[in-house]
T-cell receptor
């Protein structure tokens, strides 16, 4: 079992839909949770960052962490075709090397 | 101004050749990284440099040798290229103690 599991998709939704992207992990030492967005032929860019459990909202994006279940989510409201990309979750342990462990990414397609 | 830039963007070469990839960041960060993203999209850390010193060297064949002439540059030299080296190589940078990393757009290496 990999440390971070993420369904590769693709996930195809109509414009305006609410999208839910998820990751599970096995290392209980993970404290910092990130979501990166990667467009085709581009490098990943940091989208959201959360420390420990709870929710964080930024515009149409909400990141949720449930440490008791070792489960994190990214919700996208009112999805747009420009949201079509691969979304990678990443996480690090506190006091560590700050090198994140990445999920393999979920490919999202938002069609008009 | 591009924050993290890599050259070349594409590299097509034959097995057995030696090649180099260059990376430069203008963010003033003190830590730089090399990642390999395989065909299944897994991002795996290869090397991490802090203030020109190697701090992480994951299990990578010694055909791969990073060099950091200064804090803003991290190059990757690969000897005796093999078919399995075909992948996208990403350079990234961060400020030590920060979980967020800034990525370049990758170098797509294809071995014939």
């Amino acid at each position: 079992q990999k440390e971070v599991e993420q369904d590769p998709g693709p996930l195809s939704v109509p414009e305006g839909a609410i999208v839910s992207l998820n990751c599970t992990y096995s290392n209980s030492a993970f404290q910092y949770f990130m979501w990166y967005r990667q467009y085709s032929r581009k490098g990943p860019e940091l989208l959201m960052y959360t420390y420990s459990s709870g929710n964080k909202e930024d515009g149409r994006f909400t990141a949720q962490v449930d440490k008791s279940s070792k489960y994190i989510s990214l919700f996208i409201r009112d999805s747009q075709p420009s949201d079509s990309a691969t979304y990678l979750c990443a996480m690090t342990a506190s006091g560590g090397s700050y090198i994140p462990t990445f999920g393999r990414g979920t490919s999202l397609i938002v069609h008009p | 101004d591009t924050a993290v830039s890599q050259t070349p963007k594409y590299l097509v070469t034959q097995m057995g050749n030696d090649k180099s990839i260059k990376c430069e960041q203008n963010l003033g960060h003190d830590t730089m990284y090399w990642y390999k993203q395989d065909s299944k999209k897994f991002l795996k850390i290869m090397f991490s440099y802090n203030n020109k010193e190697l701090i992480i060297n994951e299990t990578v064949p010694n055909r791969f040798s990073p060099k950091s002439p200064d804090k803003a540059h991290l190059n990757l030299h690969i000897n005796s290229l093999e078919l399995g080296d075909s992948a996208v190589y990403f350079c990234a940078s961060s400020q030590r103690g920060s979980e967020s990393q800034h990525f370049g757009d990758g170098t797509r290496l294809s071995i014939l």
